[in-house]
């Protein structure tokens, strides 16, 4: 390791100068107008009401709990499917993990709308799955859109791709020595993942977890093509509000919808700046 | 096979998809013996040990242990401990826990626990190091505590696998003789994996050299040295001069049963090619029309020759291989 | 550690950028104004090839769905052609979805700085939108009035703006229609009250999308409200009004139970698309749209040629879209020229076979094969109704009333 000095000091602070303006320039002052005009009423002054409507309007109310629960649902649902996809590639040796392990990254590189349209083609009341069903004589009908499943089922097709790749990462840092000398000293399966994988490729997971909690709290595009009329997530609640001609409360909103980011950041942060004792290398 | 065997291993087939693996595998190892299992990489080796510590799957044939059939149990049904070559600790546990991870999973008390492990630390000189993390530790420290971590469950069998390979050379020496002492002292059977033979001919009481899959030659270091079955084992393990012979027949001498002298009228006549100083000894190679023979010397004994010199060589103790590398006599 | 950690630190910089773009992608509606279809974003139009110098170049700005960048880029280019042309035209277009609103706000800040050339020459909108361009500016004196006698083919037109009439041109006109597939639907509901007795016999198959999300919706939303009010209501926005919304609710309301429903509960699609596809999936027999917008989906054969569009007793909503001139624009002059284009007989096909828009002139007076789609349309007494700031609180009123209704 480069020794440091107050030199190389100066040389990282320039070489991350214009990063840090560019941050402030795009990033930070209009986050600090939205901020300041989240406190305003309707004719600039300084005022509460944006957030007192916000944590009393009924209808507000249920929007936040609904995308606070989307989002939650979405993130344990997402960790745990790829976790166990991510362990499945891992420790299986066989073709049909080679072919997975080979295309399961590919829902990254489908845009958003188009995979939302494509599969809205395959799971809607009249789409490919129902017309399968009437071949068979049956009428099913999945009812997966304008509701909750829709949403958080896009939400999975989108953000499995992205935890399994962090959490395949994560597990092919395990040496297999690990587990094998875990199971050698008389440990089995089970015992070994919550003592040994789970514990090596935890922080990994969090930060897996912040990604997924920070874009899918303030997703527009699925809840508002395939959620429902109401209650809505915030992304199009703050849409609405922008429609309306409401800068105030949309501000608000956004203010809201950064707080709750905010929460899955400092997660983020902890679990990366605080090393545990045992990642200090003392050589 | 004698009944008494800690471990014997019968008939033992495991292949892989490639093709690769071992074939009928026969042997046995006593109580308190450590037996080395020595080779090129990719000899199989590390596979009988994998298949020993139930890694891998046999796919026919059986092992034993104490007379118990193992061979379709789970690893950690085994009455086996394994040191792997490194990442043997688990880097997110102290020196302490790891040591009694396995004693916790036998359901040993607390208190004797705790004894246990800082008599082993006395054992392998690590006491102290209890609060320790692995990333803390060096190398050659990283694998006491493993071996020591093993040796705690006191298992049946101790089975290593290059142990040493990651670390050097001066410490790699250190290791073996405080692993043949805590071995003879507490009259473990062991199995241990390299392909380093100076390894193999420090720490063993019998070495199988192993080529392609299946067993050259078995025996004490001192046989496979002095007696070696085949060509292989001859080229294998120490130096050896290979000289044709007429007949069609190799004639295989050791450096230090070669002796010179200056002139003509030896076995072998040549000319000096190089003088290497190596500590205490020089080595001396000579260009024959037979090839290049290789000999030891002493340092007074070397001054008389120089580069060019025309020497005579003399032949002693030899062995005799036909071309398709068996022993002929 | 230091370098791992300034790492995360930007990292974490970074994940705020995207919160914050994300929010800002999401802030950018369409209110129930333009004939949207789907909000896929898409960078504005390029501006028009160069013409010669010497003319003063003139920049309309519009806002709406790809169709309308298709139009305007078409007729700007035919309109640079001609060798009389008194200007140079540009386009500036705005995809809807994807930050109109920012038009008015542009406009509204250009005028309060008292700017006289900020390159606002000509807007093209819908009239019932407009009142919203002059409560965001605070003045009625955001647009000029237009001398008309320098625009001679305006003595042709024949359709009154809802707009100040003194200060706008209408060059077409957009309605939402009911539409639906006669094959499946010989015999539709012809008034609101056998509307509301169809739906109940055919639970599920009738479908309309949230006022806010779309033109269409919000057609059906405001006629379904504002039929039973005076027609001094239809296009005031004084709050007085709210107190007589209750009827028109409770006809929602009651309809609310038998419409679409997907997974068990009544679902309103989102945008005029979403209602457009439940009819083009036979998941409805009949929707509220943009009439422009079914003729294109006709056109482009996803709706089969028997779809037809009928209108009842009291029609839905549509508008007039009108060119104005903004006091903060100049060439007001040579920018006549340009709208005296778009209303002679070939400016108005233009506008007929891009977008199926209905003409503002005599049709018979235009060739063209497109005119058998539009001529069944009956426009004579089209609503116009232009609420302003009550359209939102309508939109509020139906997001707490009947979206909730579950």
């Known amino acids: ?283 | 096979m004698s009944g008494n065997a800690k471990l014997e291993i019968r008939d033992l087939t495991m292949l892989y998809k490639t093709g690769d693996g071992v074939r009928n595998i026969n042997l046995a190892v006593e109580q308190g013996e450590l037996v080395t299992l020595l080779g090129p990489s990719g000899c199989g080796k590390t596979t009988i040990l994998r298949t020993i510590g139930g890694f891998l799957q046999a796919a026919s044939g059986q092992i034993l242990i104490s007379g118990k059939d193992i061979t379709h149990m789970l690893p950690e049904k085994r009455p086996t401990a394994m040191v792997f070559q490194s990442y043997n600790l688990w880097p997110h546990m102290t020196v302490y826990e790891n040591m009694a991870f396995g004693l916790k999973l036998r359901k040993v008390p607390k208190s004797e626990q705790k004894r246990r492990i800082a008599e082993m630390l006395e054992m392998i000189k690590m006491s102290g190091y209890e609060k320790k993390y692995p990333g803390q530790m060096s190398g050659g420290q990283q694998q006491r505590i493993a071996i020591g971590r093993s040796l705690l469950l006191q298992p049946d069998v101790l089975l290593l696998d290059e142990p040493f390979s990651a670390l050097d050379a001066k410490i790699r020496s250190q290791m073996r003789e405080e692993l043949r002492k805590i071995q003879t002292d507490l009259n473990i059977t062991v199995v241990f994996v390299t392909h380093d033979q100076e390894e193999a001919m420090a720490l063993s009481d019998r070495i199988v050299v192993m080529n392609k899959g299946s067993f050259e030659q078995v025996g004490p270091p001192q046989e496979i040295y002095n007696r070696p079955a085949s060509r292989y084992v001859a080229d294998f393990i120490g130096e050896m001069n290979f000289i044709p012979m007429p007949d069609g027949s190799i004639k295989a001498v050791r450096p230090e049963n070669v002796s010179v002298s200056p002139g003509t009228g030896g076995n072998l006549d040549g000319y000096v090619r190089t003088i290497m100083m190596l500590g205490h000894y020089i080595e001396m190679t000579v260009d024959t029309d037979c090839g290049i023979v290789k000999l030891f010397v002493s340092a007074e004994e070397a001054e008389q020759y120089k580069r060019g010199n025309p020497v005579a060589l003399t032949l002693g103790e030899s062995h005799r291989y036909n071309d398709d590398q068996s022993a002929a006599g | ?406």
């Open chain 3, 1 to 406: 550690m230091q370098r791992k950690r300034t790492l995360a630190l930007l990292l974490v910089i970074c994940l705020f950028a995207m919160i914050f773009t994300a929010c800002g992608g999401s802030s950018s509606p369409s209110p129930a104004s333009s004939a949207a279809s789907p909000d896929s974003a898409t960078s504005p139009s390029p501006a028009a090839p160069s013409a010669p110098s010497e003319k003063p170049t003139v920049t309309l700005w519009t806002t709406g769905s790809q169709n309308l960048s298709d139009l305007f880029t078409k007729a700007i280019e035919e309109y640079n052609s001609l060798p009389d042309a008194k200007c140079k035209m540009e386009l500036q277009f705005l995809m809807s979805g994807t930050g109109d609103t920012v038009l008015y706000d542009r406009l509204a800040a250009a005028f309060k700085s008292n700017q006289t050339d900020a390159g606002f020459d000509i807007i093209a909108e819908n009239s019932t939108s407009l009142f919203n361009y002059e409560a965001v500016a605070g003045s009625p004196d955001v647009f000029l009035p237009v001398d008309f006698p320098k625009i001679p083919n305006f003595a042709n037109v024949q359709v009154e703006t809802a707009f100040h009439k003194d200060k706008s041109v209408p060059y077409r006109i957009t309605t939402v229609v009911f539409a639906y597939d006669e094959e499946r639907l010989p015999n539709p509901p012809k008034t609101w009250d056998e509307l509301l007795v169809w739906v109940k016999k055919n639970p599920g198959r009738f479908a309309y999308n949230p006022p806010a999300s779309g033109g269409a919706g919000a057609g059906f939303v405001r006629t379904a409200v504002y039929r039973t009010l005076p027609k001094e209501a239809w296009t005031s926005d004084d709050p007085k009004w709210m107190e007589q919304w209750g009827a028109g609710m409770q006809y929602l309301t009651d309809l609310h139970p038998h419409l679409y429903s997907s997974g068990g509960s009544v679902v309103y699609p989102n945008k005029n698309q979403g209602t457009i596809d439940l009819l083009i999936n036979k998941e409805v027999d009949i929707i509220p749209a943009w009439a422009d917008q079914i003729m294109q989906n006709i056109d482009q054969g996803t709706l089969p040629v028997t779809t037809k569009m009928t209108n009842f007793d009291i029609p839905l909503s549509g508008t007039d879209v009108v060119f104005t001139f903004p006091s903060v624009g100049s060439h007001q002059e040579e920018a006549y020229d340009f709208v005296n284009f778009m209303l002679s007989p070939q400016g108005q096909k233009l506008c007929l076979e891009t977008i199926f828009a209905v003409p503002v002139i005599d049709i018979s007076g235009i060739d063209s094969p497109a005119k058998a789609a539009v001529e069944g349309l009956d426009i004579s007494n089209m609503s116009i109704i232009a609420l302003g700031d009550l359209g939102s609180e309508l939109n509020d009123k139906w997001d707490a009333e009947i979206a909730t209704l579950g």
């Open chain 1, 1 to 283: 390791m480069i020794k440091k000095t107050w030199k190389t000091n100066v040389l990282i602070a320039c070489m991350l100068l214009p990063a840090l303006i560019l941050a402030l320039g795009i990033i930070l002052v209009p986050m600090i107008n939205v901020f300041i005009q989240s406190f305003q009423d309707g004719s600039g002054n300084f005022s509460l009401e944006q957030y007192y409507f916000l944590f009393t309007d009924k209808l507000a109310l249920q929007n936040l709990w609904y995308t606070v629960w989307i989002t939650v649902v979405t993130v344990a649902g997402a960790i745990t499917i790829s976790y166990l996809l991510a362990l499945y590639l891992r420790f299986s040796d066989s073709k049909i993990s080679k072919v997975i392990s080979t295309v399961y990254l590919l829902p990254r590189f489908v845009p958003h709308l188009v995979a939302i349209y494509a599969m809205m083609t395959v799971v809607r009341d009249s789409g490919f799955l129902n017309r399968l069903s009437q071949v068979f004589g049956y009428n099913f009908k999945p009812g997966l859109l304008y509701n909750a499943k829709g949403i958080i089922m896009m939400n999975l097709w989108f953000n499995i791709a992205f935890a399994t790749m962090i959490i395949v990462a994560a597990l092919a840092g395990i040496p297999d020595s690990i587990i094998e000398s875990s199971r050698d000293v008389g440990a089995g399966r089970i015992y070994t993942f919550f003592k040994m994988v789970l514990p090596l490729s935890i922080k990994d997971v969090l930060v897996a977890m912040t990604f997924i909690f920070m874009s899918n709290i303030s997703s527009f595009t699925t809840p508002y093509i395939i959620g429902p009329n109401h209650p809505k997530m915030f992304g199009v609640y703050l849409r609405d509000q922008f429609s309306k001609m409401r800068y105030e409360r949309a501000a608000a909103v956004s203010v809201l919808i950064f707080a709750f980011s905010s929460i899955s950041a400092i997660v983020y942060l902890y679990t990366n700046l605080k090393e545990k004792e045992w990642e200090k290398t003392g050589l």
